[in-house]
């Protein structure tokens, strides 16, 4: 089976969507893969939710040789944690993106040129929402498990929130139910170092080309923080890059900087970093409390132990809280050097542990037992 890149497009008459800012949209269209069959009782899908530069194509093993592989491809496929025999495997990229669904790089029917900084403020729940749009679209009637890591698990643990009958289980990975200080600190200096570059032009830049230098150094402090401390000391040390004479790791970032402009948008990158920072479930409920008491469906938070932007305890104290209110939480741990990016590498460590995550809540269903009770097993041993 070849899979092709597929768009689901909608006018604002056929459905209107509107951003919790308050902004229908005349247009909207979604880029999204499949992966599998969805069943007779189309209850047998799996949503994949990217990260901040993540896009729609989690999964290469379908598509030509000379495809570009997946950025989850290790995870999803005949036998694979995200069983594609068993599974209908769905990622799109999120709106606000810059990969084929309505972002800022998209015309604007209403002015004939893109959006640009005109595009409407987004948030993590607005991407659920198109998300759930696309579902229906594709014919879903609930989804076995909503799983991604870092923005993309932000949109998971929004899913058993905004949607709590529709979802199974959800595997948030190395995210928060909301952004911590340090985090926003972080991606503060991503916004101005493309804010303050003179080619980012007040965000209307399209047709004079990317503030390059302002982008760049954003994604090269976003590296810094996916990445960990030894890290960097096990594949650079203080090495210098011969054709430079720069340290290595600086050439490292100077790579990972250019090569990020040739492929991400620069106010795409302000729309979702500023989605992540206004990310926090319990806005539209009041307090934590009475959002995770709408979470029916199974939690699987996985954190990594070097992670300097999601910390493990906050992952574990959520999971605590969960659990305390009587919902059905789990949390394991990655142990690796990678930091934060481990979700994208460790698949040794990764893919077991959904594997037998999904098979126990297939089992605890299949049994007619409630997860509440299973839960009891391991509840005091988090
Ligand atoms: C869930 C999501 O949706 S995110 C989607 C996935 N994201 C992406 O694919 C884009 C972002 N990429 C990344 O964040 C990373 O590449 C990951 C996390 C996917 C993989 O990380 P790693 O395997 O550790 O890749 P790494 O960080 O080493 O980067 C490798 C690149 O750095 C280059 N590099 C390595 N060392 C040096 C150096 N000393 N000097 C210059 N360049 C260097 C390599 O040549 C390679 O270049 P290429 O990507 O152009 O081929
Ligand atoms: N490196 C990943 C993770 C960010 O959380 C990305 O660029 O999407």
């Not at 720069?246 to 795409?268: I, K, M, P």
Request: aromatic residues 12%; glycine residues 8%; negative net charge.
């Amino acid at each position: 089976m070849i899979v092709k890149e597929r768009f689901f497009s909608f006018t604002r008459d056929e459905i209107a969507f509107t951003t919790e800012s308050g902004y229908t949209f005349d247009e909207v269209q979604v880029a999204y893969e499949t992966y599998g069959s969805l069943n007779e009782d189309k209850d047998n899908a799996i949503l994949v939710l990217h990260a901040l530069s993540g896009d729609a194509h989690a999964a290469g093993f379908y598509t030509p040789q000379d495809a570009k592989p997946g950025w989850w491809d290790p995870m999803i496929g005949p036998g694979r944690a995200l069983d594609t025999e068993k599974f209908y495997v769905i990622c799109s990229n999120v709106l606000g993106g810059c990969r084929g669904t309505t972002g800022p790089t998209s015309l604007n029917p209403a002015i004939g040129k893109p959006y640009g900084i005109s595009f409407p403020s987004i948030n993590i729940r607005d991407m659920v929402r198109l998300q759930k749009v696309l579902l229906d679209h594709l014919g879903v009637k609930k989804l076995k498990l909503a799983i991604g890591g870092s923005m993309g698990g932000m949109q998971a643990l929004e899913w058993a929130v905004t949607f709590p009958d529709f979802v199974e289980a959800v595997v948030p990975i190395a995210t928060t139910h909301k952004l911590s200080p340090l985090a926003i600190a972080f991606n503060y200096l991503g916004i101005k170092a493309i804010e303050n570059d003179p080619e980012w032009r007040d965000g209307d830049y399209l047709e004079y080309g990317q503030p390059a230098k302002g982008l760049s150094l954003a994604r090269m402090i976003g590296t810094i923080t996916y990445k960990s401390d030894e890290l960097f000391k096990r594949r650079f040390d203080r090495a210098i890059n011969p054709d430079t004479g720069l340290f290595q790791v600086e050439s490292y970032l100077d790579h990972h900087g250019e090569s990020f402009v040739r492929r991400f948008d620069a106010n795409t990158y302000l729309y979702l970093v500023r989605a992540m920072n206004e990310h926090d479930i319990s806005k539209p409920y009041g307090s934590l409390e009475r959002t995770i008491r709408r979470i029916r469906s199974r939690v699987l938070m996985i954190g990594i132990d070097t992670d300097m932007l999601y910390f493990p305890d906050d992952m574990r104290n959520f999971i605590r809280r969960l659990n305390t209110a009587g919902g059905y939480g789990e949390y394991k741990e990655i142990k690796s050097c990678q930091g934060h990016d481990a979700f994208l590498i460790d698949f040794d460590q990764l893919s077991p542990i959904v594997k037998e995550f999904l098979e126990g809540t297939e089992e605890i269903l299949d049994s007619g037992r409630n997860f509440s009770d299973y839960n009891q097993s391991f509840r005091n041993n988090i």
